[in-house]
Protein backbone atom coordinates (compact mmCIF):
# COMPACT_ATOMS: atom_id res chain seq x y z
CA UNK A 1 0.00 0.00 0.00
CA UNK A 2 1.20 3.50 -0.62
CA UNK A 3 2.00 5.36 2.67
CA UNK A 4 -0.89 7.66 3.77
CA UNK A 5 1.14 10.84 3.69
CA UNK A 6 3.99 11.41 0.31
CA UNK A 7 5.99 13.59 2.63
CA UNK A 8 8.99 11.37 4.09
CA UNK A 9 12.07 12.78 6.20
CA UNK A 10 14.34 14.94 4.08
CA UNK A 11 17.93 13.48 2.82
CA UNK A 12 19.76 16.05 1.80
CA UNK A 13 17.59 18.46 -0.10
CA UNK A 14 15.09 16.17 -0.65
CA UNK A 15 11.76 15.63 0.17
CA UNK A 16 10.06 12.58 -0.98
CA UNK A 17 6.63 12.52 -2.53
CA UNK A 18 4.09 9.16 -2.27
CA UNK A 19 6.22 7.60 -4.65
CA UNK A 20 9.80 8.17 -4.07
CA UNK A 21 9.40 7.37 -0.16
CA UNK A 22 8.24 4.00 -1.08
CA UNK A 23 12.65 3.30 -2.11
CA UNK A 24 14.32 6.31 -1.95
CA UNK A 25 15.10 6.14 1.62
CA UNK A 26 16.43 2.59 1.31
CA UNK A 27 20.63 3.26 0.82
CA UNK A 28 20.69 -0.67 -0.40
CA UNK A 29 18.24 -0.03 -3.37
CA UNK A 30 21.27 -1.02 -5.51
CA UNK A 31 20.74 -4.65 -4.43
CA UNK A 32 16.98 -4.76 -4.33
CA UNK A 33 16.47 -2.77 -7.50
CA UNK A 34 13.14 -5.00 -8.24
CA UNK A 35 11.21 -3.29 -5.03
CA UNK A 36 10.79 -0.13 -7.22
CA UNK A 37 8.10 -2.02 -8.87
CA UNK A 38 5.80 -1.91 -6.00
CA UNK A 39 6.07 2.18 -5.32
CA UNK A 40 4.25 3.12 -9.18
CA UNK A 41 0.93 4.35 -8.50
CA UNK A 42 -1.76 6.24 -10.42
CA UNK A 43 -3.67 4.36 -13.42
CA UNK A 44 -0.44 2.26 -13.99
CA UNK A 45 -1.17 0.31 -10.88
CA UNK A 46 1.60 -1.47 -8.88
CA UNK A 47 4.05 -3.03 -11.31
CA UNK A 48 4.42 -6.41 -9.69
CA UNK A 49 4.27 -8.66 -13.45
CA UNK A 50 7.90 -6.72 -14.14
CA UNK A 51 9.24 -8.54 -10.79
CA UNK A 52 9.88 -12.43 -9.75
CA UNK A 53 12.18 -15.40 -10.06
CA UNK A 54 11.51 -15.32 -13.56
CA UNK A 55 13.06 -12.02 -14.30
CA UNK A 56 16.42 -11.86 -16.35
CA UNK A 57 18.56 -9.62 -15.19
CA UNK A 58 20.59 -8.18 -18.04
CA UNK A 59 23.40 -5.31 -17.74
CA UNK A 60 24.32 -2.72 -20.42
CA UNK A 61 27.99 -2.25 -20.53
CA UNK A 62 28.58 -1.12 -24.34
CA UNK A 63 27.06 2.36 -26.04
CA UNK A 64 27.30 1.28 -29.63
CA UNK A 65 24.12 0.27 -31.66
CA UNK A 66 23.27 -1.68 -34.26
CA UNK A 67 19.61 -1.67 -35.14
CA UNK A 68 19.45 -4.38 -37.62
CA UNK A 69 21.79 -6.97 -35.44
CA UNK A 70 22.71 -5.80 -31.78
CA UNK A 71 25.22 -6.86 -30.02
CA UNK A 72 25.54 -8.48 -26.62
CA UNK A 73 25.94 -6.24 -24.37
CA UNK A 74 23.62 -3.44 -26.07
CA UNK A 75 20.45 -1.82 -24.86
CA UNK A 76 19.10 -2.75 -28.10
CA UNK A 77 20.21 -6.21 -27.03
CA UNK A 78 18.56 -7.04 -23.73
CA UNK A 79 15.20 -5.21 -25.36
CA UNK A 80 15.26 -7.72 -28.16
CA UNK A 81 17.37 -10.81 -27.87
CA UNK A 82 17.06 -11.51 -24.15
CA UNK A 83 13.69 -13.50 -23.93
CA UNK A 84 10.62 -13.33 -21.18
CA UNK A 85 10.54 -10.57 -18.24
CA UNK A 86 13.68 -8.61 -18.35
CA UNK A 87 15.40 -6.18 -16.24
CA UNK A 88 18.03 -3.92 -17.95
CA UNK A 89 20.19 -1.72 -15.70
CA UNK A 90 23.71 -0.04 -17.03
CA UNK A 91 27.34 -1.06 -16.12
CA UNK A 92 28.39 2.76 -16.26
CA UNK A 93 27.45 6.45 -17.76
CA UNK A 94 27.11 6.28 -21.48
CA UNK A 95 25.33 8.17 -24.00
CA UNK A 96 24.11 5.52 -26.41
CA UNK A 97 22.85 6.93 -30.16
CA UNK A 98 20.09 5.24 -31.26
CA UNK A 99 20.59 4.07 -35.41
CA UNK A 100 16.80 4.06 -35.12
CA UNK A 101 14.03 3.75 -33.06
CA UNK A 102 14.04 1.08 -30.03
CA UNK A 103 10.88 -0.89 -30.13
CA UNK A 104 10.31 -1.78 -26.16
CA UNK A 105 8.86 -5.35 -25.75
CA UNK A 106 6.19 -6.58 -22.60
CA UNK A 107 7.85 -7.01 -19.39
CA UNK A 108 10.32 -4.98 -19.85
CA UNK A 109 11.99 -2.65 -17.55
CA UNK A 110 15.02 -0.20 -18.52
CA UNK A 111 16.54 1.00 -15.16
CA UNK A 112 18.61 3.91 -15.54
CA UNK A 113 19.85 4.17 -12.05
CA UNK A 114 23.31 4.40 -10.99
CA UNK A 115 24.46 5.36 -13.86
CA UNK A 116 24.08 9.04 -16.34
CA UNK A 117 22.48 7.61 -19.44
CA UNK A 118 21.75 9.60 -22.31
CA UNK A 119 19.45 8.59 -25.24
CA UNK A 120 19.10 10.39 -28.57
CA UNK A 121 18.32 9.99 -32.28
CA UNK A 122 15.72 6.65 -32.90
CA UNK A 123 14.27 7.04 -28.71
CA UNK A 124 11.74 4.55 -28.27
CA UNK A 125 8.68 3.01 -29.11
CA UNK A 126 5.90 1.10 -27.28
CA UNK A 127 3.97 -1.13 -29.75
CA UNK A 128 0.95 -2.91 -28.24
CA UNK A 129 2.88 -3.96 -25.29
CA UNK A 130 1.92 -4.32 -21.99
CA UNK A 131 3.83 -3.90 -18.06
CA UNK A 132 6.52 -1.76 -19.41
CA UNK A 133 8.63 0.58 -16.70
CA UNK A 134 10.89 3.04 -18.17
CA UNK A 135 13.07 4.83 -15.62
CA UNK A 136 15.99 7.07 -14.75
CA UNK A 137 16.59 7.91 -18.22
CA UNK A 138 18.16 11.41 -20.00
CA UNK A 139 16.04 11.51 -23.45
CA UNK A 140 16.55 14.04 -25.71
CA UNK A 141 17.64 15.12 -28.93
CA UNK A 142 14.77 12.07 -30.95
CA UNK A 143 14.78 12.67 -34.46
CA UNK A 144 12.77 11.55 -37.49
CA UNK A 145 13.50 8.70 -39.08
CA UNK A 146 13.04 6.95 -42.70
CA UNK A 147 10.77 3.90 -43.06
CA UNK A 148 12.69 0.62 -42.69
CA UNK A 149 13.45 -2.36 -40.93
CA UNK A 150 14.56 -2.90 -36.86
CA UNK A 151 15.24 -5.94 -34.70
CA UNK A 152 12.37 -6.12 -32.58
CA UNK A 153 11.02 -7.58 -29.38
CA UNK A 154 11.75 -11.41 -29.26
CA UNK A 155 14.22 -11.19 -32.29
CA UNK A 156 11.89 -10.74 -34.57
CA UNK A 157 12.56 -8.29 -37.16
CA UNK A 158 9.84 -5.95 -37.95
CA UNK A 159 9.33 -3.43 -40.62
CA UNK A 160 8.38 0.50 -39.16
CA UNK A 161 6.69 3.06 -40.88
CA UNK A 162 8.11 6.79 -40.61
CA UNK A 163 9.01 7.89 -37.05
CA UNK A 164 8.38 11.58 -36.31
CA UNK A 165 11.00 12.23 -33.76
CA UNK A 166 9.14 11.27 -30.69
CA UNK A 167 10.81 10.64 -26.98
CA UNK A 168 8.78 8.20 -26.07
CA UNK A 169 5.63 7.09 -28.27
CA UNK A 170 3.29 4.61 -26.89
CA UNK A 171 0.78 2.99 -29.34
CA UNK A 172 -2.18 0.41 -28.21
CA UNK A 173 -0.33 -0.26 -25.11
CA UNK A 174 -1.18 -0.51 -21.22
CA UNK A 175 -0.02 -1.12 -18.09
CA UNK A 176 3.45 1.50 -18.82
CA UNK A 177 5.36 3.59 -16.01
CA UNK A 178 7.25 6.82 -17.24
CA UNK A 179 8.93 7.62 -14.03
CA UNK A 180 12.35 9.95 -13.15
CA UNK A 181 13.54 10.65 -16.54
CA UNK A 182 14.28 13.73 -18.44
CA UNK A 183 13.41 14.64 -21.73
CA UNK A 184 14.25 17.58 -23.83
CA UNK A 185 14.50 18.75 -27.30
CA UNK A 186 13.45 16.27 -29.89
CA UNK A 187 11.65 17.25 -33.26
CA UNK A 188 8.33 15.72 -32.13
CA UNK A 189 6.76 15.29 -29.04
CA UNK A 190 8.43 14.17 -25.74
CA UNK A 191 5.24 11.58 -24.71
CA UNK A 192 3.04 10.51 -26.89
CA UNK A 193 0.22 7.89 -26.01
CA UNK A 194 -1.95 7.52 -28.70
CA UNK A 195 -4.23 4.27 -30.26
CA UNK A 196 -5.65 3.11 -28.12
CA UNK A 197 -3.46 3.15 -24.86
CA UNK A 198 -4.32 2.94 -21.60
CA UNK A 199 -3.28 2.33 -17.66
CA UNK A 200 -0.61 4.54 -17.96
CA UNK A 201 1.64 6.95 -15.41
CA UNK A 202 3.77 9.71 -15.94
CA UNK A 203 5.94 10.42 -13.02
CA UNK A 204 8.39 12.10 -11.20
CA UNK A 205 9.85 13.55 -14.79
CA UNK A 206 11.48 17.02 -16.04
CA UNK A 207 10.20 17.58 -19.71
CA UNK A 208 12.11 21.55 -20.28
CA UNK A 209 13.14 23.03 -23.64
CA UNK A 210 10.33 21.45 -25.91
CA UNK A 211 7.10 23.43 -27.70
CA UNK A 212 4.70 19.92 -28.01
CA UNK A 213 5.45 18.03 -24.99
CA UNK A 214 2.46 15.34 -24.23
CA UNK A 215 -0.14 14.12 -26.26
CA UNK A 216 -3.13 11.77 -24.98
CA UNK A 217 -4.99 10.74 -27.68
CA UNK A 218 -4.31 9.92 -31.26
CA UNK A 219 -6.50 12.36 -33.53
CA UNK A 220 -10.20 13.16 -33.14
CA UNK A 221 -11.25 10.88 -35.18
CA UNK A 222 -9.53 7.81 -32.96
CA UNK A 223 -12.54 7.16 -30.80
CA UNK A 224 -11.00 4.09 -29.56
CA UNK A 225 -9.18 6.74 -27.37
CA UNK A 226 -12.21 7.16 -24.74
CA UNK A 227 -10.85 4.35 -22.70
CA UNK A 228 -7.77 5.72 -22.26
CA UNK A 229 -6.95 6.15 -18.81
CA UNK A 230 -3.42 8.69 -17.74
CA UNK A 231 -2.09 9.75 -15.00
CA UNK A 232 0.47 12.65 -14.79
CA UNK A 233 1.60 13.00 -11.18
CA UNK A 234 4.93 14.94 -9.62
CA UNK A 235 6.06 15.85 -12.91
CA UNK A 236 8.13 19.88 -13.73
CA UNK A 237 7.02 21.29 -16.65
CA UNK A 238 9.61 23.87 -17.79
CA UNK A 239 11.64 25.84 -18.46
CA UNK A 240 10.66 26.59 -21.95
CA UNK A 241 7.98 24.43 -22.28
CA UNK A 242 5.36 26.21 -24.52
CA UNK A 243 2.05 23.96 -25.00
CA UNK A 244 0.87 20.20 -24.24
CA UNK A 245 1.36 19.73 -20.65
CA UNK A 246 -0.49 17.36 -21.28
CA UNK A 247 -3.01 17.69 -24.41
CA UNK A 248 -5.76 15.40 -24.25
CA UNK A 249 -8.51 13.88 -26.89
CA UNK A 250 -11.84 11.79 -25.93
CA UNK A 251 -10.01 10.03 -22.88
CA UNK A 252 -9.52 10.84 -19.48
CA UNK A 253 -6.73 12.42 -17.16
CA UNK A 254 -6.00 12.97 -13.86
CA UNK A 255 -2.92 15.40 -13.57
CA UNK A 256 -1.98 16.30 -9.83
CA UNK A 257 0.88 17.72 -7.84
CA UNK A 258 2.84 18.94 -10.58
CA UNK A 259 5.04 22.14 -11.28
CA UNK A 260 4.05 24.30 -14.06
CA UNK A 261 7.11 27.07 -15.09
CA UNK A 262 5.46 29.33 -17.39
CA UNK A 263 4.23 28.35 -20.91
CA UNK A 264 4.14 30.28 -24.36
CA UNK A 265 0.45 29.15 -25.66
CA UNK A 266 -1.31 26.73 -22.88
CA UNK A 267 -0.41 24.57 -20.53
CA UNK A 268 -3.33 22.03 -20.50
CA UNK A 269 -5.64 21.46 -23.53
CA UNK A 270 -7.82 19.15 -25.02
CA UNK A 271 -10.89 18.24 -27.81
CA UNK A 272 -13.25 15.47 -28.60
CA UNK A 273 -14.95 15.99 -25.32
CA UNK A 274 -12.33 14.61 -23.09
CA UNK A 275 -11.92 14.73 -19.14
CA UNK A 276 -9.49 16.47 -17.17
CA UNK A 277 -8.96 16.74 -13.30
CA UNK A 278 -6.25 19.20 -12.46
CA UNK A 279 -6.04 18.66 -9.01
CA UNK A 280 -3.41 20.36 -6.43
CA UNK A 281 -1.13 21.48 -8.92
CA UNK A 282 1.01 25.20 -9.24
CA UNK A 283 0.66 27.01 -12.07
CA UNK A 284 3.57 29.87 -12.66
CA UNK A 285 2.42 32.35 -15.71
CA UNK A 286 4.91 33.20 -17.71
CA UNK A 287 5.83 37.31 -16.75
CA UNK A 288 4.32 38.05 -20.82
CA UNK A 289 2.00 36.62 -23.52
CA UNK A 290 -0.87 34.58 -22.02
CA UNK A 291 -1.66 33.90 -18.25
CA UNK A 292 -4.45 31.34 -19.22
CA UNK A 293 -3.74 28.06 -18.21
CA UNK A 294 -5.81 25.92 -20.45
CA UNK A 295 -6.56 26.09 -24.27
CA UNK A 296 -9.63 28.23 -25.42
CA UNK A 297 -11.87 25.16 -26.98
CA UNK A 298 -14.99 26.15 -26.89
CA UNK A 299 -17.51 25.23 -28.85
CA UNK A 300 -17.69 28.45 -31.27
CA UNK A 301 -21.41 28.39 -32.11
CA UNK A 302 -22.82 28.26 -28.59
CA UNK A 303 -19.74 29.49 -26.75
CA UNK A 304 -20.06 26.11 -24.06
CA UNK A 305 -16.81 24.07 -22.95
CA UNK A 306 -16.49 20.94 -25.30
CA UNK A 307 -14.05 18.89 -22.87
CA UNK A 308 -14.68 18.42 -19.17
CA UNK A 309 -11.68 20.13 -17.25
CA UNK A 310 -12.06 20.38 -13.28
CA UNK A 311 -9.44 21.80 -10.94
CA UNK A 312 -9.41 21.24 -7.37
CA UNK A 313 -6.88 23.03 -5.27
CA UNK A 314 -4.55 24.25 -7.88
CA UNK A 315 -2.33 26.96 -7.13
CA UNK A 316 -2.15 29.92 -9.63
CA UNK A 317 0.87 32.63 -9.50
CA UNK A 318 2.42 35.21 -11.31
CA UNK A 319 -1.13 35.93 -12.73
CA UNK A 320 -1.73 32.81 -14.01
CA UNK A 321 -5.89 31.88 -14.70
CA UNK A 322 -8.35 29.92 -16.22
CA UNK A 323 -12.13 29.00 -16.73
CA UNK A 324 -13.39 25.33 -15.89
CA UNK A 325 -15.25 23.95 -18.16
CA UNK A 326 -17.85 20.99 -18.82
CA UNK A 327 -19.95 20.09 -15.97
CA UNK A 328 -19.99 17.20 -13.17
CA UNK A 329 -16.70 16.15 -11.03
CA UNK A 330 -14.24 14.56 -12.67
CA UNK A 331 -13.36 11.49 -10.21
CA UNK A 332 -10.32 8.98 -11.64
CA UNK A 333 -12.43 6.05 -9.47
CA UNK A 334 -8.78 4.79 -8.62
CA UNK A 335 -9.18 0.97 -7.06
CA UNK A 336 -6.15 0.14 -4.09
CA UNK A 337 -3.30 -0.71 -5.62
CA UNK A 338 -3.68 2.88 -7.93
CA UNK A 339 -4.53 5.37 -5.25
CA UNK A 340 -1.96 7.89 -3.99
CA UNK A 341 -2.49 11.24 -1.32
CA UNK A 342 -2.61 14.40 -3.45
CA UNK A 343 -1.18 16.90 -1.47
CA UNK A 344 -1.29 20.75 -1.03
CA UNK A 345 -0.48 22.54 -4.23
CA UNK A 346 1.43 24.99 -2.04
CA UNK A 347 4.29 21.96 -1.69
CA UNK A 348 4.50 21.26 -4.83
CA UNK A 349 8.09 22.77 -5.09
CA UNK A 350 8.92 20.27 -2.68
CA UNK A 351 7.36 17.49 -4.48
CA UNK A 352 8.86 18.37 -7.61
CA UNK A 353 12.45 18.99 -6.42
CA UNK A 354 13.84 15.66 -7.43
CA UNK A 355 11.97 15.30 -10.81
CA UNK A 356 13.79 14.15 -14.13
CA UNK A 357 16.87 11.47 -13.84
CA UNK A 358 18.32 11.00 -10.31
CA UNK A 359 22.02 11.03 -9.62
CA UNK A 360 21.78 7.52 -7.98
CA UNK A 361 25.21 6.00 -6.17
CA UNK A 362 25.16 2.39 -4.96
CA UNK A 363 25.40 2.30 -0.52
CA UNK A 364 23.69 5.23 -0.23
CA UNK A 365 20.51 7.21 -0.43
CA UNK A 366 19.33 8.04 -3.97
Not at 200 to 217: A, C, E, Q, Y
Not at 250 to 278: R, T
Request: aromatic share 8%; hydrophobic share 35%.
Amino acid sequence: MVPKTCLGKKSGLATFNAIDVCWRRNPNWINSREDIAKCSAGFAGKMFNNIGKDVNKYVVTDPSDNAMSPKPGTLRYGVTMVPGKVWISFQKDMEIKLERTLVVGSYTTIDGRGAIVHITNGCLMLYKVTNVIIHGLRIHHCRSQPAGSVMGPGAKLLPMSKMDGDAIRMLGSTKVWIDHNTLYRSEDGLIDVTLGSTNITISNNWFRDHNKVMLLGHDDDFKDDKNMKVTVVYNRFGPNCHQRMPRVRHGYAHVANNLYLGWEVYAIGGSMSPSIKSESNLFVAPNSGTKQVLMDMNDKSTGKGIWNFKSVGDVLENGASFNETGSGFVKPNYNNEERFPVESGRIVRQLTRSAGALRCQGGSIC
